[in-house]
C-alpha cells in the first residue's frame, strides 16, 4: 500500500485495532495534572519607559 507521495505507509499504521468484549479490569482514575493553559504563557518583564527627546533626535531617525 502506498500513500499519494509515493512513499510505502510503515506496518504500524496499517494494522487494525482488535476490540474485545471482556471486562477492562479495575479502573484507577489519575488527577489531572497538567497546568492551566495561562500558566504555560512566559511572563514578560517588560517596563514601560517614557523619554523627552530633541526635535532634532527625533528627526535623526
Known amino acids: 500500500m502506498e500513500q499519494d507521495t509515493g512513499i510505502k505507509v510503515r506496518e504500524f499504521m496499517s ?4 476490540y474485545t468484549d471482556g471486562e477492562i479490569g479495575e ?9 492551566h ?4 504563557l512566559l511572563k514578560d518583564d517588560s517596563v ?3 523619554i523627552s527627546l530633541s526635535k532634532e533626535s ?3 531617525f
Open 15 to 18: 494494522k487494525r485495532i482488535k
Open 27 to 35: 479502573v484507577k482514575i489519575v488527577k489531572d495534572f497538567l497546568p
Open 37 to 40: 493553559p495561562r500558566e504555560l
Open 48 to 50: 514601560k519607559v517614557t
Open 58 to 60: 527625533v528627526e535623526l
